[in-house]
């Protein structure tokens, strides 16, 4: 498997596991070599608003 591969592999596996600001690091260093990947950034987004959601609860 190639580094970016692997890297938007622990993205998204970030992302399902809710740990979402591993999975905004990852998603967007990915984005950067991808920047047109529609579901790179559906999930960063998602990932983003979820985050955010979470900060508010505190």
């Not at 998204?12 to 070599?33: E, G, M």
């Not at 979820?50 to 900060?55: D, H, P, S």
Request: proline fraction near 2%.
């Amino acid at each position: 498997m190639g580094t970016y591969l692997i890297q938007l592999v622990l993205g998204v596996n970030h992302y399902n596991n809710h740990n979402y600001q591993d999975a905004i690091t990852d998603l967007s260093a990915i984005l950067t070599v991808y920047p047109s990947h529609v579901s790179i950034k559906l999930t960063l987004i998602e990932a983003l608003i979820k985050a955010f959601q979470e900060n508010e609860k505190r």
